[in-house]
């Protein structure tokens, strides 16, 4: 017996907590937060668990029919990929719900908070855990739904209610494209099961370019790549927890696991590869860019999480003989790790602070040393400071693209936005922490305070993860994720490739940078406002590229404008036709009526009026006395008379 | 004597005429309602019962074959298969869920529930009937007390939608009456002698010439398209449910518009299939303007009960593309759409129902921040939009799930086009949701309170519909495919 | 002997008397008399040309004429006495009874 056959409580454990939660809620402590955690945290044991036995065992699977006469089945499948992704977003989910505790301690909602968390969780497992296409885009729109709910928690928020609006139907974009997908594949191959659909892969792999983009185009939407990345920096209107969980760790990796799990689909396709590191490489360098100019703290980091699952997509689109596939998997892994730590970190701040607005912070460094020297870890780490998690997964995402270009010279091209991506990254989070931390208060209206410990204990654990996880690259890792054969690379070998002394250099220099301008102050931050062409430049980042404005046109214009459009053509058009054919109709009525009542009728009647008329008339002689008709008759006599006289038949 | 040897389907026909009556002719006024959800009740036991029995893949089964009219070949036929059970149950189920959220009503309560046993009786006849002759009767006999149903209750338009829906659906009937003559004759012919009894011209109808198939299957379609409806002949729909009141609504969205579904597959499909396979593209044609248009629609309207009209054109779509693939798949799809969007319809109806009455108004404009006085109806709401916009988890994803599987296995990558549907129904609906759930409360709306017991049980009842069947959808699969099957053997050979 | 037209001229003066007195006359006993005057100018005549053509057969018609008159003042004057039993008059303007 081993532990995988217990892997379906896994979903099922969060689902019954959510069930919990909803219903008796109410009744419980921090409405239902205990019964959240302690189903999280039973989850999180059973990856464990699962996680070993994989390692022992090799993949599981096991399903039952789902679908009558479709073949669609409802099943489990577990292999190292899975594994893999059990144990991030169990520990993840596992931090930020103990966080929560005191996050979200004076809030009226509690009971629904932590039942959607349970929800989320649950879904999230259950879409990692999915052993086919179909329960795998069940689950993707659970957490999507999940999402909007959370992301509009505070729904008498307008921007948040418009925000969730905004997530749910711009993914919704890539869930139809993926739907297609997903039903090109089994019109195809009868079948969506990872396992059976990889078996006959081999036989036929045509025409495979168009249900892999789509797919890849339901990965765009979910995490947030160009063009579909607009939803997720408003998504930051949720509470900060839920943009740790769902917007920086979990949900947002469901499209590069996606695509990953589509790895056997892919290499059949190199086409498809290429696009998908174009998508990520530009998705890479245009969120880091308008990173830059953000001062919503939340901004930057969600701004910096796009950026970020732009670098996984150029990891996996490097190909799986470049180890794109161990490469971006790995950058998943310590990006979940090191971007829970940052927003939560930053909820700290904000918790502290009141605001989002870097511009009010300043000089917290004193007052909250947990958060910020924790911050300050996951910031080397995501800067790709030597050691750091983050270093030795943006490397190997480097290095996988280097790799590749020896196929494709776009690849150098990609390989350059790569590196061009780390300096800024290293740059704007430095921005980021000096504004936070270093320097004087800006704005004094408020007293800052450390967190309460339910906070930063979870801070201090994911920054342990954050600074040390990069490690298990070399122990491990790359011999576990990693798809067709392992790469075997060395911290030795590393260091002797001129790439990662340029990576290095690059997040260096980034950070290098950044305390000269935000901590030195040697260099004025309006050197780069200076100047009108700098200036525009800044206005169009601040602009976002304008891609918020396009879609609203888009959807304004376009789809209501078509919309009320159609509705007056419905009213006007159809429906006046309609009406036009009934009043048609009706005037046909009329009109025979007309000619039946003047026609028709007209002549029967005209003749009836005639002789009632002159019946009138000549009743009016009738006068019914005897003497008029006596004098009639003598004057009708005296007539004869002088006719027969004139007539000559008297003479 | 075993159960299923008793004459079930007669019974259940009866009951409600019985009711109808009795509703109609007793004394106390204020116990029309209870008397009617007795017996409406009844009919739900009895289909149940059917279902229980019903032998999965056996055709038409409980068959009673007396003869009525025998010089021109009328008989009483009734029996029941996999395409017609569920919607038997769906008719039996809606009818006293719509009694029972009809609790309040004070205006004219006997002939209000009077007239909805009526109904039942009309609609029960359409789906167990098996002689043309009596199809029609029953076909006709809905038409009557809806009439009457939006002209005396309804809003202030409801004797111009009330006429509209008349004339609409009556011309729609007369063509329809046409191809079935028309069918009559060219079967006599063939067979020897005059009958309307749909198996046996099903036996002779698919050896007809493809000429004459042609158009006999394009004026059933005329007069089933007009029921679904399809765009262009769809605008009497919004404006009879606008009208209508909200129990006239459900039946009308829950299973009227299923007699147009059913009578394709029944009729046009089973027994014209080489005038099915010409004029394909017709239905896909249909399907996909309906689906696109309504979608579209429904993003303009202020009306909440108009945007729920337009999306119940926009879901029939769905039916009319999954029988135009003419395969298993999308046969099976369009039949569980019909079923699914019978339930999730009929959720939302009663929910528009249920925020007029409390709100006192429809305008989704003056609603908003609903959630915080009535926290149960948004979670009803939230989850029959969902459903509607096909969320998995919820019925109305697996069948529309089939019947795009159906259709791109037909049209291949053409489907996008009526994709774009789903994308545009998450927008209305999310965007509808936002706009009246979210927010602050509109004060204006006065005091506003949660559901009612009489309104939220059979809200209840019909979401745990929606979730277990959109989980656990195979015990309606199993009796819908051979049924799919049955109506495609024509096309299939 | 006096000239034939002689009589003519008295029967035919007599005569526009009886007409003039039956179409003005208002009640009906007038009318009545008018009646009878109009036939004794009929008699003149008859007796008139009976004399001057020496046939007798004038004579005769004339002595029928004045029984048949007395006959018909008869069943005159009664129908004027029912008559006036049933509408309280003889005036006959106010009989209009032919008229419906």
């Known amino acids: 017996m081993t532990w995988v056959e217990f892997s379906y409580l896994i979903p099922i454990i969060p689902f019954i907590a959510f069930l919990i939660v909803a219903f008796f809620g109410n009744k419980m402590k921090e409405g239902g937060a205990p019964v959240t955690i302690a189903a999280v945290a039973t989850t999180f044991v059973l990856s464990v668990l699962v996680l070993f036995d994989v390692i022992e065992n090799g993949s599981y699977e096991t399903s039952m029919n789902w679908i009558a006469g479709t073949g669609l089945e409802v099943g489990i499948y577990i292999d190292s990929l899975t594994a893999l992704m059990l144990i991030v977003v169990t520990f993840v989910s596992l931090m930020v719900s103990i966080y929560s505790l005191g996050y979200m301690h004076d809030d009226p909602c509690k009971r629904r908070y932590y039942a959607e968390i349970a929800l989320f969780v649950g879904s999230m497992l259950g879409l990692v855990l999915a052993n086919n296409f179909l329960l795998m885009f069940i689950f993707w729109e659970l957490v999507g739904v999940c999402s909007y709910l959370l992301i509009g928690f505070w729904y008498q928020k307008p921007a948040a209610a418009s925000a969730a609006k905004k997530a749910f139907l711009v993914t919704r974009i890539g869930d139809v494209l993926f739907l297609t997908g997903i039903a090109m594949l089994y019109v195809k191959f009868g079948t969506l099961n990872f396992v059976e659909l990889e078996h006959l892969m081999g036989h036929d792999v045509q025409g495979l370019l168009l249900p892999a983009l789509l797919l890849f185009a339901g990965a765009v939407g979910k995490s947030a790549q160009f063009p579909l990345h607009v939803w997720l920096p408003n998504a930051m209107e949720g509470p900060t927890t839920v943009s740790a969980l769902i917007h920086a760790a979990t949900m947002v990796k469901a499209g590069v696991y996606l695509v990953a799990r589509s790895y056997f689909i892919l290499e059949h396709v190199p086409d498809a590869f290429l696009i998908i590191a174009i998508i990520g490489g530009i998705t890479a360098l245009m969120a880091a860019t308008m990173a830059l100019v953000q001062y919503d703290i939340k901004g930057v980091l969600a701004y910096s999480t796009i950026s970020q699952l732009g670098y996984m997509m150029l990891a996996l689109g490097a190909g799986a003989h470049a180890f794109g596939y161990t490469a971006g998997m790995f950058h998943l892994m310590n990006h979940a790790f090191f971007k829970a730590l940052l927003f939560l970190a930053a909820g700290s701040v904000i918790h502290a602070v009141g605001s989002n607005d870097m511009r009010k912070m300043g000089g917290l460094h004193k007052h909250m040393k947990i958060t910020s020297i924790t911050m300050l870890i996951g910031s080397l780490s995501i800067a790709g400071f030597p050691f750091m998690s983050g270093f030795f997964s943006k490397d190997e995402v480097l290095s996988s693209v280097w790799h590749a270009a020896a196929d494709n010279n776009i690849y150098y091209v990609l390989y350059a936005m790569g590196v061009i991506t780390a300096f800024l990254t290293a740059f704007y989070m430095f921005r980021l922490w000096y504004m936070t931390f270093s320097g004087e208060q800006r704005d004094k209206s408020y007293h800052p305070h450390e967190s309460p410990k339910t906070m930063t204990i979870p801070l201090m654990l994911l920054a342990i993860l954050a600074a040390g996880a990069g490690f298990s690259f070399f122990f491990g890792f790359q011999d576990f994720i990693y798809f067709g054969h392992a ?9 002797e490739m001129w790439q990662t002394w340029l990576s290095i250099a690059a997040g260096l220099g980034g950070i290098g940078l950044a305390t000269l301008v935000y901590y030195k102050g040697t260099i004025s931050p309006s050197t780069f406002t200076a100047g009108p062409g700098r200036r525009a430049v800044r206005h169009m980042l601040e602009m976002k590229y304008w891609m918020d404005e396009i879609y609203m046109g888009i959807a304004e214009k376009g789809v209501y404008g078509l919309s009320l459009l159609m509705d007056k053509f419905d009213r006007n058009v159809v429906d006046g036709a309609i009406n036009g054919i009934s009043s048609g109709g009706i005037g046909l009525g009329h009109a025979s009526n007309e000619f039946d009542k003047g026609v028709i009728d007209g002549a029967v009647n005209g003749l009836s009026k005639g002789s009632f008329k002159g019946g009138k008339a000549l009743w009016n002689l009738q006068s019914g006395r005897v003497q008029d008709y006596a004098s009639m008759m003598i004057l009708g006599v005296c007539g004869l008379i002088v006719l027969m006289m004139l007539t000559g038949v008297i003479s | 004597m075993a159960i299923a040897d008793l004459p079930l389907l007669t019974i259940t ?433 006065g005091n506003v309170t949660d559901l009612e017991k009489y309104e939220l049980i059979p809200l209840a009842i019909l979401v745990v519909f929606i979730i277990f069947l959109g989980f656990y959808p195979n015990p309606l699969l199993d009796v819908i495919y051979p049924a799919a099957e049955a109506v495609l053997g024509g096309v299939l050979l | 002997m006096i000239p034939l037209n002689y009589y003519l001229v008295l029967s035919a003066m007599l005569f526009c008397i009886g007409v003039y007195g039956v179409l003005t006359k208002k009640n009906a006993i007038y ?34 004429s004045i029984a048949l008159a007395a006959a018909e003042v008869a069943i005159g004057l009664a129908i004027f006495l029912l008559l006036y039993k049933r509408h309280g008059t003889v005036e006959l303007n106010n009989i209009r009874i032919l008229r419906w």
């Open chain 1, 487 to 495: 790469p075997h690379v060395t911290i030795v070998h590393m260091f």
């Open chain 2, 13 to 445: 026909l009866l009951i409600p005429v019985i009711g109808t009556l009795a509703v109609f002719f007793m004394k106390n006024e204020d116990n029309a309602k209870k008397l009617a959800l007795i017996f409406s009740l009844i009919p739900l036991g009895m289909s149940i019962l059917i279902w229980s029995l019903f032998e999965i893949g056996g055709g038409y089964q409980f068959m009673e074959s007396h003869t009525w009219i025998e010089s021109i070949g009328i008989s009483y036929t009734v029996a029941i298969d996999g395409l017609s059970l569920p919607m038997l149950f769906l008719t039996t189920l809606l009818i006293p869920l719509s009694i029972v959220f009809a609790w309040d009503t004070k205006k004219r309560q006997k002939e209000f529930f009077g007239l909805l046993l009526m109904i039942e009786v009309g609609l029960i006849g359409v789906f167990v009937s098996l002689d043309f002759f009596l199809f029609y009767i029953f076909w006709e006999l809905v038409l009557i007390p809806m009439y009457f149903f939006i002209g005396i209750w309804g809003g202030p338009r409801k004797h111009y939608a009330a006429i509209k829906f008349f004339i609409f659906t009556h011309v729609g009937s007369v063509i329809m009456l046409l191809a079935i003559f028309a069918l009559y004759f060219e079967s006599a012919s063939v067979l020897g002698y005059a009958t309307f009894n749909m198996m046996d011209i099903a036996t002779v109808s698919p050896t007809f010439t493809a000429a004459f198939q042609g158009a006999a299957f394009l004026a059933l379609l005329f007069g089933f398209a007009v029921k679904m409806p399809a765009v262009p002949v769809h605008t009497w729909l919004p404006d009879a449910h606008v009208e209508a009141p909200t129990a006239g609504s459900v039946i009308l969205a829950g299973v009227m518009l299923k007699m147009g579904g059913y009578g394709l597959f029944r009729v046009g499909i089973t027994m014209l299939p080489e005038g099915a396979m010409e004029y394909y593209w017709v239905m896909a044609a249909l399907g996909v303007v309906g689906m696109i248009y309504g979608a579209l629609i429904c993003l303009a309207q202020v009306d909440l009960k108009k945007m729920i009209a337009y999306s119940s054109i926009s879901h029939m779509g769905f039916v009319l593309l999954g029988a135009s693939a003419l395969n298993l798949v999308g046969v099976a799809g369009g039949i569980y759409q019909m079923f699914s969007h019978g339930i999730v319809t009929a959720v939302l109806f009663m929910m528009c129902g249920v925020i007029h009455h409390k709100t006192g108004t429809r305008d989704i404009p003056k609603l908003q921040g609903l959630i915080t006085k009535m926290p149960q109806a948004s979670f009803i709401l939230i989850i029959g939009f969902l459903a509607s916009l096909g969320l998995p988890g919820m019925n109305g994803f697996v069948s529309e799930l089939m019947v795009f599987v159906g259709a791109y296995e037909a049209y291949s990558i053409f489907i996008v086009v009526p994709l774009i549907t789903l994308a545009i129904g998450a927008a209305y609906y999310i965007w509808t949701m936002q706009r009246i759930l979210m927010g602050d409360f509109n004060e204006k709306l």
């Open chain 3, 31 to 64: 009318v009545l008399m008018s009646i009878e005057i109009m036939l004794n100018s009929v008699n003149i005549n008859f007796v008139a040309f009976s004399t001057y053509n020496g046939d007798m057969s004038g004579q005769v018609f004339a002595l029928f």
